[in-house]
């Protein structure tokens, strides 16, 4: 089962995504963060309306700058996908979501303790750096 349509150029977009914001966290922090990709793919809500392809999230721009801070800064971002990352991207791209961000479309690292919401919405949970943020109960039921 597939949760979202893509392309080998969008396995190899994803996997550098994952890579560039989540390499120091292993495996299962790319595979949350490939969760947050996905996610925001599917849902049609918020600030996704308008989103609808691995490479319309990757490169989304909101407020004047990208969603992702690793498309303007990151160094990861900009070298070749590698096998490691190909296989975690395809998992999340077919079928693989789990907590805390099974259902999140946000994350961000405080550099301190997570904050109980972001921009309004709830806090779901941590992996290492990086805390996790799902929509408010209601209001994004494509996600779930």
């Not at 994803?14 to 790319?30: D, I, T, Y």
């Not at 990757?58 to 800064?73: D, L």
Request: charged share 20%; glycine share 8%.
């Amino acid at each position: 089962m597939t949760r979202i349509k893509y392309t080998s150029s969008d396995v190899d977009l994803m996997a550098r995504m994952m890579r560039a914001e989540a390499v120091g966290e292993g495996k299962l922090g790319m595979l949350y963060v490939g969760n947050v990709i996905v996610n925001r793919g599917v849902a049609d809500c918020l600030d996704f309306t308008d989103v609808r392809t691995i490479r319309d999230v990757i490169f989304q721009v909101q407020g004047g700058n990208y969603s992702f801070e690793a498309v303007q800064k990151g160094n990861a971002f900009y070298q070749r996908a590698r096998s490691t990352e190909k296989r975690l991207a395809e998992k999340n791209l077919n079928y693989w979501r789990q907590h805390p961000a099974k259902y999140a479309l946000w994350y961000f690292n405080p550099y301190a303790p997570c904050p109980p919401t972001w921009y309004g919405q709830p806090f779901s949970g941590q992996f290492k750096n990086h805390c996790y943020y799902e929509p408010q109960a209601g209001t994004c039921a494509s996600v779930y």
